[in-house]
């Protein structure tokens, strides 16, 4: 079956602007999550939805990073007014079932690089 | 809070040598304890997990074992293969009363392999 698809894959934005990064999760999965992958780094977390609940945004950055599930499936994270410290690679992951409880699996999409210049 | 702190790669082998990255932790509560591997071009895999001391999590030849002694889950491979050339991570995730279970890796070590 299908996995986590992420688009656009790449993205380049000058300073300034606006950009929307877009998740598909695996077909009925309820708990995703982005993270935020700079180069040579691992993955942080930034933020957990489960279903259209946005229950978990401990890790934005910044009020100009937003992120909706609105019908609980799809997920856009949205970066306002985008700065040079934003570059990196944004990943999706997918598990499920809730996120509370236990450990579930997540499964990650190929991540979106996102370059500001 | 959490972290986990990895050996900086790349670390060069060669066909059919043994493999050992080494991964320690720390963590507020019992943490459930990861390694994933990111092939050039795909996204992250599970690779293997463990959930409690002592448990050993095993996959594709890759070992890992749950040292809550020493706060460590290093990876190791008998025999690596050209095809294990990848970017490797660990991770935790602890249970937090609130707050999604999400994972904190390392920084990932790169693995190349050649023949």
């Known amino acids: 079956g299908a996995g986590v698809s992420q688009s656009p894959r790449y993205k380049v934005a000058k300073r300034g602007q606006d950009v929307a990064l877009r998740c598909d999760p695996i077909?009925?999965?309820?708990?995703l999550f982005w993270y935020q992958q700079a180069l040579g780094q691992g993955p942080e977390f930034l933020t957990y939805?489960?279903?259209?609940?946005?229950?978990?945004k401990s890790g934005l950055p910044s009020d100009r990073f937003f992120a909706e599930r609105p019908e609980g499936s799809v997920s856009t994270l949205k970066i306002q007014r985008t700065q040079q410290e934003d570059s990196a690679v944004y990943l999706c992951?997918?598990?499920?079932?809730?996120?509370?409880?236990?450990?579930?699996?997540?499964?990650f999409g190929p991540g979106t690089r996102l370059t500001v210049l | 809070g959490n972290s986990v702190t990895q050996m900086e790669g790349p670390v060069t082998l060669s066909e059919e040598a043994f493999l050992t990255i080494n991964c320690t932790y720390t963590?507020?509560?019992?943490?459930?304890l990861f390694w994933y591997v990111q092939y050039p071009g795909e996204g992250l895999q599970l690779l293997l997990k463990?959930?409690?001391?002592?448990d050993k999590g095993s996959n594709k030849g890759f070992e890992a074992t749950y040292r809550k002694e020493t706060t460590s889950f290093h990876l190791e491979k008998g025999s690596v293969q050209v095809s294990d050339s990848a970017v490797y991570f660990c991770?935790?995730?602890?249970?937090?009363?609130?707050?999604?279970?999400?994972?904190?890796f390392g920084t990932g070590t790169r693995l190349q392999v050649t023949l």
């Open positions: 992951a997918s598990s499920p079932a809730a996120a509370f409880s236990s450990y579930n699996e997540q499964f």
């Open positions: 077909s009925g999965h309820v708990s």
């Open positions: 939805f489960q279903n259209e609940a946005q229950l978990d």
């Open positions: 963590a507020t509560g019992y943490p459930s």
């Open positions: 463990a959930t409690k001391a002592d």
């Open positions: 991770a935790l995730s602890t249970k937090n009363t609130g707050t999604a279970s999400k994972l904190t």
